[in-house]
């Protein structure tokens, strides 16, 4: 077993099949900058924002495949966020709720928003990665 210590050579192919862009919104910046470190990694091309107003400018300017957005945010809301991506954008991008809020009725406004999946914190990396590298990329 020589992890770490080769080219990279088994998470290359993966990387690449899966590369695509992705908006990561958290007000909590470890948070953020860590999953899109993680994302990066994996070859994906992302970009951060740390409050809702903020990621409805990125999500505009980057036009991501995937926003990874926090529900509990300053300034908007996750699921204010969500509703207005989701307008602008319809199935062209999907959204993915990462919150601390996991009860039903939470999950239950997610996709009456516009989520496509929903992770509660701590969120399974593996998990997230997986349906992130299946998602077919869309034009535009």
Known sequence: MSMGTGTGVAPAPASQAGACR???VDDNTDAAESLAMLLE???NEVRVAYDGLEALDKEAEFRPDVVLLDI????MSGYEVAKRIRAARGAA?????ITGWGQEDDRRRAREAGFDHHFTKPVDYEALIELIEA????AG
């Open 135 to 138: 998602k077919p990329l869309h």
């Open 93 to 97: 991008v999907m959204i993915v709720a």
């Open 72 to 75: 509990g945010m300053p300034k």
């Open 22 to 24: 992705v908006l990561v």
């Open 41 to 43: 990694v994996r070859g």
